[in-house]
């Protein structure tokens, strides 16, 4: 194994199991096995290694979300693609992402909070993020050419942050199943909340 990603493993691990406070840089270079400037060279400072580790968190889902998208488009053609589809290429691989990460949000809130800059955590998730957002955004134009624009951007906003908030409020989730009953089949779950977001999507816009 290289050093960076030595490095890279060491800093996962401590953030994820002592907290952000106390993975301090002097634990992820005992843990790596190298010195300080080690770190300085691969990544120059504490918050260009955080930021490695977030890209390397969440860059695979944002290129299987984005690989499943241009299925999507390249399966359509010339017409326009059907919004079922492009919510499924988004909410199936968060999903799995979910399952395989089931401690994901904590991680991710470890990871956020271990930044030095909070503005250069904003930019990095910027940089990992837009490209497949304003993708996203061209896509669901194709598929809902009767949505203005400024309201076709504030619905894929609430459709983003609706998906992140019911992926990872597991708990809530779990009491729902237990006091109603619910099938907990995660196919027909997933293929709900896919009729769900879209019936809001889809909606005509409202009244000027």
């Known amino acids: 194994m290289d050093t960076k990603t030595k490095i890279l ?29 080690a770190i300085n060279y691969h990544f120059g400072s504490k918050d260009n290694l955080i930021s490695a580790i977030v890209t390397r968190f969440l860059t695979p889902l944002e290129e299987e ?46 990871f956020a909070a271990a930044y030095e800059n909070e503005d250069f955590f904003k930019q990095n998730l910027k940089n990992i993020l837009e490209k497949k957002l304003i993708y996203l955004v061209d896509c669901m134009a194709k598929a809902l050419p009767h949505i203005p624009r400024m309201t076709l951007l504030r619905r894929i906003a609430f459709f983003r942050i609706s998906a992140f908030g019911i992926m990872q409020g597991e708990c809530i989730m779990e009491e729902s199943i237990a006091i109603l009953g619910i099938d907990r089949d995660p196919d027909a779950m997933l293929e709900e909340l896919i009729h769900y977001i879209s019936a809001g999507l889809r909606a005509d816009p409202m009244p000027a």
């Open 65 to 110: 979300q984005t690989q499943r998208l241009e299925v999507v488009m390249d399966r359509a053609g010339d017409k326009a693609p059907v919004l079922e589809d492009l919510l499924r290429s988004q909410l199936a691989p968060l999903h799995e992402f979910t399952v395989t990460h089931p401690d994901w949000m904590n991680v991710f809130h470890q």
């Open 9 to 37: 493993d060491a800093a996962e691990r401590l953030i994820v199991e002592l907290g952000a406070d106390k993975a301090s840089m002097r634990k992820i270079t005992e843990e790596a096995g190298v010195n300080v400037a």
